[in-house]
């Protein structure tokens, strides 16, 4: 069976400071992956999706970026952290052809102070 | 206006209340529907699917589909306090999209 891992569960970082989170997939090859952040009262924002290795898209331009370096593999990355940038970042998977809906992970809480 | 609307609740209702949760949207093109449960703290988890219109029945929980309203519904008999979630609708125009639309989501408390 597919599983979708993501961490860590909780981080709180200073303005400034760099930021990575890691999503692996296991159980399936060749998924599309997905970076959500969720805010309060704001409903799920796609931030970045991949169709393959190294092949990103960004929804929204900010100062965080995503790599894939490897298929099941998916990275979430900030070189200087904003007070902004805190929320609740959801990692998912969905298999590139045929299937319906994510899978989500378990998400990752980040506080910026 | 936004894609797809959803009344965040809170919504309270008694241990065995019928639910009713829904959502609106624009986009005439969406053919794919889905429900999503949340706890606090977690990640969303898919509970239903529905394609184009028509109803779609899981257990206690039922998902109805009115294309020509723009109108998404997610039904729940007989509650149960562990029901209490947050439900997020999604929606998709092609079964191949890269992205699904989510709504805000509805803040469900059942009350024992």
């Known amino acids: 069976s597919q599983t979708i891992h993501q961490w860590p569960a909780t981080l709180v970082q200073p303005v400034g400071s760099p930021l990575s989170l890691e999503c692996t997939v296991e159980?399936?090859?060749?998924?599309?992956l997905y970076w959500y952040r969720q805010a309060a009262g704001r409903g799920l924002q796609l931030l970045f999706y991949s169709v393959g290795i190294g092949q990103i898209s960004s929804e929204v331009p900010q100062n965080l970026s995503a790599s894939r370096p490897q298929d099941r593999q998916f990275i979430l990355s900030s070189k200087k952290l904003l007070l902004s940038d805190s929320g609740f970042y959801l990692c998912a998977w969905k298999r590139d052809r045929g299937s319906h809906g994510y899978t989500f992970g378990s998400g990752t809480r980040l506080t910026v102070v | 206006q936004k894609e797809v609307e959803q009344d965040p609740g809170p919504l309270s209702v008694p241990e065995g209340a019928i639910v009713s949760l829904n959502c609106t949207y624009s986009n005439s093109a969406f053919q794919y529907f889905m429900w999503y449960r949340q706890y606090s703290r977690k990640g969303p988890e898919l509970l239903m699917y529905?394609?184009?219109?028509g109803n779609k029945e899981d257990g206690r929980f039922t998902a109805q589909v009115d294309k020509s309203s723009k109108y998404i519904s997610l039904f729940i008999r007989d509650s149960q306090p562990s029901d209490s979630a947050t439900y997020l609708c999604a929606m998709s125009g092609t079964s191949g999209t890269y992205k699904y639309i989510f709504g805000t989501g509805t803040r469900l408390k059942v009350l024992a």
């Open positions: 529905t394609y184009s219109s």
């Open positions: 159980g399936t090859s060749n998924p599309n």
